[in-house]
């Protein structure tokens, strides 16, 4: 498990991280959602012993990372795909890693297969190898001593659709195996999908946490409708309180008690809870709210 406590970092006037304080339990994918710039790297530096804090504790299965013994098959890391030797092959690279960690040569062959790097990918140089496949050899390299803990900063990055779904897949995987995960993005949407709980970070300081239900707390409907005028009356006769939302409604009720309202000629293009598109607008809601209020700070101090 990761405890994150009351953790601080400045740099010189800079306050980096303020006062961090999440919890992510065995079994579970938290996502660590924040703008570029919003302390997520520095908080995931300090966990895994690339910075010292200012203050505050951050520890794996209750200790520092600095005093885990054998800490790379403990701990999976991915922080920096391209932070890799460009001059080396896949293969190459993941032997030399699995030789220091005394790993048979075959776990080489087992994150590979795991990743989906093709034998013939893992002989090219890395230097020539795309994006994609440098977040997937960097995730190879997180899964190399089998750790009982992944974290993972922008892993998705690089990926086309099919390789964020097998991201996915594999995380799912991973933390229904027992594994905890720690994934960090910019993608709301993707880190959605996926994850268990949610940490909302920004400007140094959390947010808001909790699973997205609790975040939430939404039992709205989001309904896209061709036309859209006659369902609107049909809600209003109805009693139900409804708001515009881009191109469709956010209706204050649960989708069974939608269905029976909609009139004839009308076509429901898309139908589905609130909730799911909501976690990106809680965080642009708060993201704002914070800006604001240091704005304010800023001006009155």
Known sequence: ??????????????????????????????????????????????????AMATSGSATIDGRRYRDIPDPATRIGILLDASAQHAGRTGREALA??????????????????????????????IRGYSLGMRQRLGLAHALLGNPDVLI?????????????????????????????VLLSSHLLAEV???????????????LAQGTKDELLGDRRTFVRAAPQKPLTLALDEAGLTWTRHGDGLLIDTDAHRIWPLVPNG???????????????????RITAQTQRDTQRTGASA
Request: net charge negative; aromatic share 6%.
């Open 1 to 50: 498990m990761i405890d994150v406590h009351d953790l601080t970092k400045r740099y010189g006037s800079h306050v980096a991280v303020d006062r961090v304080t999440f919890h992510c339990p065995p079994a579970t994918v938290t996502g660590f959602l924040g703008a570029n710039g919003a302390g997520k790297s520095t908080v995931m530096r300090i966990l895994v012993g690339l």
């Open 96 to 125: 030399m890693s699995a030789f220091q960690l005394g790993l048979p040569r075959s776990r080489v062959d087992q994150v590979l297969a795991a990743v989906g790097l093709r034998p013939e990918e893992s002989l090219r140089r």
């Open 152 to 180: 993972l900063d922008e892993p998705a990055n690089g990926l086309d659709p099919a390789g964020i779904r097998w991201m996915r897949d594999l995380l799912r995987e991973y933390a229904a195996d027992g594994g905890t």
């Open 192 to 206: 959605e999908a996926v994850a268990d709980r949610f940490v909302l970070i920004g400007e140094g300081r959390i």
């Open 266 to 284: 009308v076509v429901i293009e898309e139908l589905r809870p609130a909730s799911a598109a909501g976690l990106e607008d809680l965080f642009l």
